[in-house]
């Protein structure tokens, strides 16, 4: 079976300015495909684009079978889309929002009370069925939103950064419900700004200044040569004492990077350099470290390192 959302060249141009730039990819049925880059970079575009909101320059797509030139109409009403500005109507309830997105998608009769129910109990909104949509926390407001997208039943959805400005735990939530969907058989097409929610998905893709600069499996990107280079070795240090333990080994002249991640440390050493060498030089310091690991680079490890590249080959270029 083909894959559900197929790009071949996809181009977007304003004026001279190309915001993205020949996207070649493809996203298979039924996983969470995560793309990330930063602000600006040409994540909505590409989605607008794909939900047939915005016509290519160059290159096209195809979204569950349907080419998004000639297509938009089918496409839009065969895929669900919630937008970073999704138009939920802050006045009405819960269930006359639902009323009001069933009919927009031309759901009738004993089908639309049906789904409407469905999604009701799938985002666990029941209690809420008669609260106005104002009056609802982010974190709900987000469900609703989902419910909504989801009650046409669509096969593939369009979430761009579903989790902007709500809570960690309501986040966690909405991420359940998203892998419980994506086990019935749904395709999610996401972009996030936070590194775990893209360690989450089964596979992702990066732009940067409008170009793809990575795509694969969470694992297979830590392991580009690049960015798992065995000439240099990753480490996670525990320390109370976070701040002064970042100056310390920032100011260490064979770290060749060091990160703060949440309470630990994460450095990186030429190969050389051992646990015990490390220790030693601790020992001489009132740092306390706590706990001395070897990890794999990180998401965001695989991303910093590639997006330096990129700028390097492009300065080198100009
Ligand atoms: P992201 O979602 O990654 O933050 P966008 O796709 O929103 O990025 O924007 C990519 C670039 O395209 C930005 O520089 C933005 O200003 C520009 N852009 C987006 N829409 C338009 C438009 N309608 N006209 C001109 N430029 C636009």
Known sequence: MSGAVIL????????????VDHLSFEVERGEIFGYLGPNGSGKTTTIKMLCG??????GTARV???DVRTSADQIRMSIGYMSQQFSLYRTLTVKQNLDFYAELYGLKGSIAARRKEQVIEITGLNEYRQRKAAELSGGWKQRLALACAIVHQPPIVFLDEPTAGIDPVARRALWDLLFSLAGSGITFF?????????ERCSTVGYIYQSKLIALGKIDELRQLPVVDDPNFRHFELSCPKIMQSFQFFRSREYVRDVTIFGRTLH???????????????????????TDIRPIKPSLEDVFVTLTEREDSKREARS
């Open 8 to 19: 071949e060249n996809l181009t977007k141009k304003y004026g001279d300015r190309t915001v």
């Open 190 to 198: 996401v972009t996030t700004h936070y590194m775990d929610e893209a």
């Open 267 to 289: 450095i990186v050493v030429p190969e050389r350099v051992t646990i015990a060498d490390l220790m030693e030089e601790i020992n001489r310091t009132d740092l306390q470290i």
């Open 64 to 66: 569950n079978g349907f």
């Open 53 to 58: 909101l915005v016509a290519p320059t160059e």
